[in-house]
T-cell receptor, first 111, second 112 residues
Framework: GEDVEQSLFLSVREGDSSVINCTYTDSSSTYLYWYKQEPGAGLQLLTY?????DMKQDQRLTVLLNKKDKHLSLRIADTQTGDSAIYFCAENSGGYQKVTFGTGTKLQVIP | DAGVIQSPRHEVTEMGQEVTLRCKPI?????LFWYRQTMMRGLELLIY????????DSGMPEDRFSAKMPNASFSTLKIQPSEPRDSAVYFCASSRQDNEQFFGPGTRLTVL
């Protein structure tokens, strides 16, 4: 079955870059996503990448996809305290818009 | 657009009681998902519907859990009888064909 794995915790200093990594197992994934969950709230889509791309940049966010190794990463440049949250990697597993989420990485930004 | 609406936001109940969680998806979305989030198990997909039809309920923990979607604008998740291990945050999400899921604010359930 599908499996998405992430490290549980990352701590960075304000102004530094953050890199959150993810590995997945379903080679047929069409889209891969990064969701952000702030305390007490639901998940919100941050960005996504189509499986035939290897990089996508959106302002401070850079997504890198290594399809051969089934590895996805999210880089946040100039990390701010407002970026403190849990970040979920996710992949779509085919039909009916079903998405498999990773375990989530809690990002702590130290002022 | 109000987004996905869930009620109640918080529920505290005693073991053995019936609990009903409610969700109103975003208008025009044709898929609806119920998730459970705990510290121990993370985010788990319980069940999802497409065009009001349950497609995959393999994530439903046991027979005490049931979900319905009587129409395109309403779904319920029921736990009967509830147990302390059911304590979690339950999220509802909806999506259209383009796959992005929009999450509700969640219902924090505490079973004493």
């Amino acid at each position: 079955g599908e499996d998405v794995e992430q490290s549980l915790f990352l701590s960075v200093r304000e102004g530094d870059s953050s890199v959150i990594n993810c590995t997945y197992t379903d080679s047929s994934s069409t889209y891969l996503y990064w969701y952000k969950q702030e305390p007490g709230a639901g998940l919100q889509l941050l960005t996504y990448i189509f499986s035939n791309m290897d990089m996508k940049q959106d302002q401070r966010l850079t997504v890198l996809l290594n399809k051969k190794d089934k590895h996805l990463s999210l880089r946040i440049a100039d990390t701010q305290t407002g970026d403190s949250a849990i970040y979920f990697c996710a992949e779509n597993s085919g039909g009916y818009q079903k998405v498999t989420f990773g375990t989530g990485t809690k990002l702590q930004v130290i002022p | 657009d109000a987004g996905v609406i869930q009620s109640p936001r918080h529920e505290v109940t005693e073991m053995g009681q019936e609990v009903t969680l409610r969700c109103k998806p975003i208008s025009g979305h044709n898929s609806l998902f119920w998730y459970r989030q705990t510290m121990m198990r993370g985010l788990e997909l319980l069940i999802y519907f497409n065009n009001n039809v349950p497609i995959d309920d393999s994530g439903m923990p046991e027979d005490r859990f049931s979900a319905k979607m009587p129409n395109a604008s309403f779904s319920t998740l029921k736990i009967q009888p509830s147990e302390p291990r059911d304590s979690a945050v339950y999220f509802c999400a909806s999506s259209r064909q383009d796959n992005e899921q929009f999450f509700g604010p969640g219902t924090r359930l505490t079973v004493l």
